[in-house]
C-alpha cells in the first residue's frame, strides 16, 4: 500500500484544516487508517484511527472534540477534519495503514506497516 498525505498548511490559531490521504491499490480500502503527527524534537504521536469499515474511530485526547477522521472506501481516501486549531497542532502530519479488516482501531505505532510522507501543519497564534 502506498500513502499519499496533503492538505497541510498554514493557518491562524482557531482555524480549520482538512488533511487528506489518498491510497494506492486495490486493497487499501481493507486497512485500518490512523494519522499520527511528530512536533519538532518530539516523538511521533497517535491522532486518530479509524477501522477499515469506518464504523470504529478513536482519538487522542488532546484531539478529541476538535479532529474528526473519516474515509471514502470507493475514493480511497481517509481524511482528517481538525477544528479549532491550536499553535500545539502545529506539527508533520502523518497517514498510516494497519491491519486488514481489523475490527479495532489500530492506536500505537507497532499496529502500523505502511507510512505515507507527512504534510507539515502550522498554526500561528
Known amino acids: 500500500v502506498q500513502l499519499q498525505a496533503s492538505g497541510g498548511g498554514l493557518v491562524q490559531a482557531g482555524g480549520s484544516l482538512r488533511l487528506s490521504c489518498a491510497g494506492s491499490?486495490?486493497?487499501?480500502?481493507?486497512?485500518?487508517m490512523g494519522w499520527f503527527r511528530q512536533a519538532p524534537g518530539l516523538e511521533r504521536e497517535f491522532v486518530a484511527g479509524?477501522?477499515?469499515?469506518?464504523?470504529?474511530?478513536y482519538y487522542a485526547d488532546s484531539v478529541k472534540g476538535r479532529f474528526t477522521i473519516s474515509r471514502d472506501n470507493a475514493k480511497n481516501t481517509v481524511f482528517l477534519q481538525m477544528n479549532s486549531l491550536r499553535p500545539e497542532d502545529t506539527a508533520v502530519y502523518y497517514c498510516?495503514?494497519?491491519?486488514?479488516?481489523?475490527?479495532?482501531?489500530?492506536?500505537?505505532?507497532?499496529?502500523?506497516?505502511?507510512w505515507g510522507k507527512g504534510t507539515l501543519v502550522t498554526v500561528s497564534s
Open positions: 491499490g486495490r486493497t487499501s480500502s481493507t486497512y485500518g
Open positions: 479509524i477501522t477499515w469499515t469506518g464504523g470504529s474511530t
Open positions: 498510516a495503514a494497519g491491519a486488514r479488516f481489523g475490527r479495532l482501531v489500530p492506536q500505537i505505532l507497532a499496529d502500523y506497516s505502511y
